[in-house]
């Protein structure tokens, strides 16, 4: 069941890379599934974003501040952040650039599937021509923003101790490449040759923020499966919302104990949990 206070919030949904294709009704309906289920359970206040792929993380983060920024002052509610893929770059840009309204306006932040060590499978040097002409997917490169976040998160006590108490990141993997969404299907083939645990684009070791202190989870996903549409994604509708209800719930509810979970956490790996409300949980 959805917390009472579900609709004291505003919600955004963050999308990646390629997120203008992916979020066109042909292709992946992008964010649209997860507007629509949220909205069936009385949600009212929901923003769909995908910014410009060919930006850099930098530039879109900027853009990023601005629209919360914005909706912050016209609604007056906090808000609650699902971002994924490369838009955990920018989400947490942003909250190094603007720290002092993320302090005030942003309850919490979810990160799921965030290349925060970049994405390994982009290192091939036939890419290089093509990841300099391209500031978005050059900003996936291994380790890009890795320093950066170390001197400007980690290493400042207040920051760090925001991605302490507001921060979750959802990391995710797939055992199985039967199992995988067909567009990604390759690349995690070529990932479990490897030897690697992968979500079919990026390594589950590359999904972890260094030297940080944040709650971490580890759920068993492909990389398309939580906010594409049925075309693109191999979990089902009962999945994508109970999973959703239960972020939202321990976003609102984190101070107090969740009881009336309705999605079950069997597949969460004991990974490196660094808030006790996963623990309480499991």
């Known amino acids: ?92 840009i942003a909250l190094q650039e603007e720290y002092d309204f993320f302090n005030l306006a942003v309850e919490r932040i979810i990160c799921v599937q965030p290349p925060f060590q970049g994405a390994e499978i982009l290192n091939s040097s036939i890419l290089k021509p093509i990841l300099m002409a391209w500031p978005g997917l050059n900003s996936l490169r291994k380790n890009f923003y890795t320093q950066l976040f170390q001197e400007e998160l980690v290493d400042n006590e207040d920051r760090h101790n925001y991605l302490k108490e507001k921060v979750l990141v959802i990391r995710t993997f797939k055992t199985r490449s039967r199992d995988v969404s067909w567009i990604i299907r390759p690349t995690h083939f070529i990932f479990k040759r490897s030897g690697s645990q992968s979500d079919g684009l990026l390594k589950l070791s590359e999904q972890v923020l260094p030297f940080a202190q944040y709650t971490d989870m580890v759920l068993e996903m492909d990389h398309s499966d939580l906010f594409t549409s049925r075309r693109l994604s191999k979990q089902d509708r009962d999945f994508r919302k109970n999973l959703m209800v239960n972020l939202i719930n321990m976003s609102i509810e984190r101070n107090d104990t ?25």
Request: net charge negative.
């Open 1 to 92: 069941m959805l917390s009472s206070k579900a609709n004291d919030y505003q919600y955004f949904f963050l999308g990646g890379i390629l997120g203008e294709i992916l979020e066109l009704p042909i292709v992946g309906n992008y964010l649209k599934e997860n507007e629509r289920i949220l909205r069936e359970m009385g949600i009212q206040d929901i923003h769909c974003i995908t910014l410009n792929s060919l930006n850099s993380a930098h530039r879109n983060a900027k853009k990023l501040a601005t629209i919360l920024k914005r909706e912050f002052e016209l609604r007056e509610k906090k808000i609650i952040i699902f971002s994924h893929s490369k838009a955990c770059l920018e989400v947490l």
């Open 258 to 282: 969740v009881t009336d979970l309705e999605f079950s956490f069997e597949d969460v790996i004991p990974a490196r949990l660094n808030n006790s409300e996963i623990s309480n949980i499991l």
